[in-house]
């Protein structure tokens, strides 16, 4: 990442008065031989038009910020090695593009791999200039418009966001808004009760007031905030629920406070049981947001967004998309992806998200939704995503928010030809090899859907039952004979939750497809899989190829001529990720060959 | 523990000038009505007569700390309700009864269970003198004599106790010495490293010369320093072999140092492979003491002594005793115990020690030993050692020392009636329960002497498959049709480390006791006990016995005289007991149906 924006070129002292200031700065610099015009079209709002003039320059019109889309759209292609086009307009498919940062205010960050916050530490905003609008030109460059810059667990003292660090606040958000990126903060719904107010209810006036007062005072200081981030009742977040109230009453009277500076409320939909005792078969954890929601769809207000982690669970490898995002049609939605690789290597394994978000919307209609939101992935490490090849689900997930209809591989070819000169042929490799890494981790870690077989908390490495006896409803219930939970309407019924034409792709496992299969059946070692095998050998064999993959993917890596600082990074993680698919693909087989006494058909080494 | 301590009615500001001045003090505020005088007898050492005079009154001869010992053993009579005896004499079994202390300079405490450290805190020695003059009685009055302060994993600043804080040490030496309490410190095996010598080779010259003017320094400030305690080649430690020494060079290297000051050298025997790859099955951790240390038998100094765990794991609830004890007879040998109960319940659970410790003197030759060390169960809780239940431990042990044949039921009954004045009954209830408190909690976790089946790194709560395939070769490898490990001649051969006797008695599946069975033996779930149960119908009836057992004791436990505060702490813990009980029974039996498919017989309820 660091790679490609080192050649804009760009002096990361100027500090640019707008975003029209910012582009034709940017674009002299990186594309010094070329000559550029702009024209405010008020209009065309966050899109552009370009278009070669007979003198071979470029006009580009939009509003302030499309502009600086069309700006960053050709020095894109230009670095990628294309021709500028004739002509080239575009305008993004959702108009909240988000970042969510997990830094808490001490400077650590909630599953960040990348090293401290770029934001806090010591319990204040504390950052590097420079550093911000290099991430401002990261933002910008994709297109993400709306970054929330602390953890949606709201620990103390990231609360004096809205109170006495308003002021720095401010000034940061002075900072990034000629990159066309609007604060969002996370808040802490029991906040009032910081403040002598013996309640948190959402329906108590002093509480309404108490927002109502910190709202005006906030935008008086940040006009444009994008609005506030909440997570409530979650994970022992306070909330609504504390009060007999529910969540459109706890959202809705927070938009009320933000309605009349145009902000928004992000309610985060990540609400279950996490105390959940074990032996209890009736509470299925898929289930829980809809049952939370669903019945609330119309009574939210105009300016609150639901924001519903793409599955049923919590970022998983393999999962089908939350049922919520599919039923609520009379309220305003967002998807939340993840880029921070908490489930999917830590930024060690290879793990390109950009194949997984497409098959995503295949099921959603685009519509479904008004805004995407993900997870960030960023830090104070020198190339921002730790591994540098992690840069590239961030650089995609700014084009799929523009448009979720972005070719993978076009996408992640440009990410490369931006960051690295490669030959065309090791471009080509490079690009596979990112487009399958997905899958091949997948293959290595829990079989068909099942997930959760991570060593718990720290989410990195397997343990197959590490989370079968713990609250967090996360269960497969292997045994002898068979594994996974039954989720048809035989069993708990999640499937329900679903349209009828998806009930009817996943609920007979004869012909659910594969990859999905442990996640809405149990099923015995000895079923028969479309293709012959049993599930038991299904099992073995992805285990065996998804080592055998990486050892592959080894290789080619090391072949690749990435220069230094980047390479060293690359080969060392990449030996870590060997090991660690090595470790999967062992432990998963003995674990399961424990269990069903089956041997593997081809006689590999499946360990006592 | 607390509670009799006040009952000596000591003013913890007085300063005893030397044993014999504490002891007639303590004797004056705690038998006021009685009379005593005292006779030193050097040749008497640690022990003491006691003798009544013709007038009624008491004369105490023993040399200087046996006085001492003589004056707290008659206060424990007449504290504990009995007569004065006309005569008592007595000398301890064992000439060094140490206490090791896992505290660590920033205050925390590795295994602690009672709050911070009593002796560090922000990297420095701060403690409250008063604590440790109650200290100081603690040890001394059931004979414990040395005290060593921090923990065997040294982690910095704590080297420093030899150099910039030892003016701070020798004054807590000063503070400890009429007590009859030596210090000892855990030292850093590299330590000539942080001062420009480029290795801690035992056999170089640089190191050996920087160890004597250390001891050196260190002696004369604390003449009477008891020596240093060393983990070397442990757990990520350093230590000889790292210079391709073994364990005879570097003891004796230290040996040599502490030589002229009557200084021992107390090394740790706890040696294994913690990077065991879990497909392994050649490595035995058990083995590994004896492998590292039998064959070095007799090239120790007379000044080193080999501290050795009590079991060849690592304090697990079940284990039969370490071989190295039975092996080792031209080496000075400690036997180490763990009073913090790491394994054992974390201070909540109930968890009497004595019982287990009698059991390895049924196996261990008395003087095969020459001295008792015990990992400290104390912490800065006003009580101690967080559960008032948990003095016994500390106080049984101390007794222990003195004489390994002092019977546990009376020294746990001595303990209760110093602690509490209750009626007979209860009393006999209290001391029951207490006795076989270390049998319920075995029933209910890792059955048959497994171990190991817990919560990894924190060690509280069941984990089945939780160390399974970790690093630190501790496996069950239960499977569909057995489980345990073959530790026979016919398996990993650790059983042939024992003399015959012992291997006569455990080597045979039919004979061997069934507490240890699953220790040495890999066994199917339909193997037949001695009773005529399946293995399996065994595990579950323990459990299950487990669980039920302590729902008895916690009716006892609410049915006793506590006084407050200690009741709450009590009652509170015991709840804590109760769940964790259910847990382990229900997801041991659970884990164990899931693998054998076997139902109980008694159609209790496992789930699923």
């Not at 609504?240 to 809705?252: E, K, L, Q, S």
């Amino acid at each position: 990442m660091k790679a490609w924006l080192s050649r804009l070129n760009a002096d990361l002292s100027f500090v640019p008065g707008s975003p029209e200031e910012l582009a034709l700065y940017d674009l002299s610099r990186a594309l010094p031989d070329v000559s550029f015009k702009t024209e405010i079209v008020q209009d065309l709002g966050e899109g552009y038009r370009i278009r070669r003039e007979a003198d071979g320059s470029f006009c580009i019109s939009g509003g302030p910020t499309g502009i600086l889309y069309g700006a960053y759209a050709l020095i894109r292609l230009a670095f990628a090695g294309e021709e500028l086009p004739e002509s080239l307009s575009s305008s993004p498919r959702y108009s909240l593009r988000m970042l969510n940062c997990w830094d808490n205010a001490d400077g650590s960050v909630e599953r960040g791999y990348s090293g401290r916050s770029l934001f806090f530490e010591n319990g204040r905003l504390q950052y590097d200039p420079g550093r911000m609008r290099e991430l401002g030109r990261l933002m910008a460059s994709v297109g993400l418009n709306v970054l929330c810059i602390n953890n949606v667990n709201v620990h103390f003292p990231a609360q004096l966001l809205l109170e006495d660090s308003l002021g720095d606040a401010a000034s940061l958000a002075d900072l990034f808004r000629p990159f066309g990126v609007r604060l969002m903060f996370s808040i802490d719904f029991s906040q009032p009760m910081l403040h002598q107010i013996p309640t948190a209810d959402p329906l108590d006036p002093a509480v309404q007031a108490w927002w109502k007062e910190t709202a005006a005072s906030v935008y008086r200081s940040i006009p444009d905030l994008a609005g506030f981030l909440v997570k409530a009742d979650s994970e022992g977040r306070p909330g609504p629920f504390t009060y007999g109230r529910n969540h459109a009453d706890g959202a809705n009277m927070l938009a009320e406070a933000v309605r009349p500076y145009g902000g928004f409320i992000v309610w985060r939909c990540f609400v279950y049981n996490c105390r959940q005792d074990w032996r209890d078969t009736k509470t299925d954890r898929p289930m829980s947001a809809w049952d939370h929601y669903a019945s609330l769809d119309g009574l939210f207000a105009d300016n609150v967004i639901l924001q519903i982690k793409h599955g049923p669970f919590d970022f998983q490898v393999r999962e089908p998309l939350s049922p919520l995002l599919l039923g609520m049609k009379k309220t305003n939605l967002a998807m939340e992806l993840q880029l921070a690789q908490e489930y999917t290597g830590h930024q060690i394994d290879l793990y390109t998200m950009m194949p997984m978000w497409q098959e995503l919307f295949e099921e959603l209609p685009e519509n479904n939704i008004m805004s995407l939101a993900a997870v960030s992935n960023l830090g104070r490490d020198g190339n921002y995503t730790g591994h540098p090849l992690a840069a590239v689900n961030f650089f995609t997930y700014g084009l799929l928010a523009w448009d979720p209809k972005t070719d993978p591989a076009a996408a992640v070819s440009q990410w490369i030809r931006l960051t690295w000169s490669f030959p065309r042929e090791e471009e080509q490799k490079l690009s596979a090899l990112l487009l399958s890494s997905r899958r091949i981790y997948e293959k290595y870690t829990a079989p068909l859907g099942i997930g959760w077989m991570v060593n718990p908390h720290d989410h990195y490495g397997p343990n197959p039952s590490g989370y079968e006896y713990d609250v967090w409803g996360t269960y497969h219930k292997a045994n002898r004979d068979a594994v996974g939970i039954d989720r048809t309407a035989g069993g708990t019924g999640f499937i329900l939750q679903y349209p009828d034409s998806l009930q009817k792709k996943y609920e007979d496992p004869e012909t659910c497809p594969d990859l999905y299969l442990l996640f809405y059946h149990r099923l015995p070692y000895t079923f028969r899989m479309k293709d012959g095998r049993t599930l038991i050998q299904r099992i073995y064999d992805d285990h065996f190829e998804g080592y055998a993959d990486t050892l592959a993917m080894s290789e080619i890596i090391r072949s690749l001529p990435f220069p230094e600082p980047d390479r060293s990074v690359i080969v060392s993680r990449m030996e870590m990720q060997l090991h660690n698919a090595k470790e999967w693909c062992d432990i998963i087989n003995t674990f399961f060959r424990r269990l069903s006494g089956a041997d593997d058909l081809h006689g590999r080494i499946i360990y006592d």
